[in-house]
């Protein structure tokens, strides 16, 4: 477990595949993600109990309140360390609890932990351009622009540009 001023990461058990399936069914949180087809529940528990253990290269976190609220999930993917290079997705499935700082703090928290205790020397991630709410989180914790995929997205009938953002060691705020 890794905590931070308003979080506190851990492992996914078993049980979360309710609530994970309820977040995947959610079209406000989705909006700006790559969705898979809708996932059945008995999907969703068969995947997280088959689920193999979390390792460098495939790292993923629910977040919790410090009162122990379960509101997200954080995952660092394809950390390699020959390169030093993590990818980093995040998103909080409880609406209510969204512009409360707790997305900033878990960003924190785990590039902390990807710098500090994995040694990675730079985390990049994408984003749709208009998720200006994400937008914000990155670049508050020191995120910055890298790049731009046109088009690279679809949603509600249109196209949409991905944003590549990146943070090297040293740079987190
Ligand atoms: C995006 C998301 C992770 C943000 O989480 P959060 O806990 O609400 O973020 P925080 O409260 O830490 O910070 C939000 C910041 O964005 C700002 N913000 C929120 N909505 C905004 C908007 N529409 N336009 C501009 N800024 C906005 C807030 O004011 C705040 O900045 P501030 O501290 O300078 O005031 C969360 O809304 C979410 O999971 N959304 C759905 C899934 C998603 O889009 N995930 C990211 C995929 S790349």
Redesign the pocket.
Request: aromatic residues 16%; charged residues 10%; positive net charge.
């Given at each position: 477990m890794v905590t931070g001023d308003r979080v506190r990461l851990r492992a996914v058990e078993p049980p979360d595949a309710e609530t994970l399936w309820r977040w995947h069914g959610d079209p406000e949180?989705m909006?700006?993600?790559d969705a898979p087809y809708p996932p059945s529940l008995a999907q969703t528990r068969k995947q997280l109990e088959e689920r193999r253990t979390d390792s460098y290269g495939d790292l993923n976190l629910m977040i919790d309140t410090l009162d122990g609220r379960t509101i997200?999930i954080v995952a660092l993917r394809e950390a390699e360390p020959e390169t030093g290079d993590a990818k980093l997705d995040?998103?909080?499935g409880e609406k209510d609890?969204?512009?409360?700082?707790?997305?900033?703090d878990a960003m924190r928290v785990i590039c902390r932990y990807g710098f500090d205790r994995m040694r990675l020397h730079r985390i990049s991630?994408t984003?749709?351009a208009e998720?200006?709410?994400?937008r914000?989180?990155y670049e508050?914790v020191g995120f910055v622009d890298e790049g731009r995929m046109r088009e690279a997205f679809r949603r509600d009938g249109k196209w949409h540009d991905k944003i590549i953002m990146g943070l090297l060691e040293g740079e987190l705020r």
């Open positions: 949180v909006r700006w993600m997200g995040i998103y909080l609890t969204w512009g409360q700082g707790y997305a900033t991630l984003t749709i998720n200006t709410a994400a914000r989180v508050k």
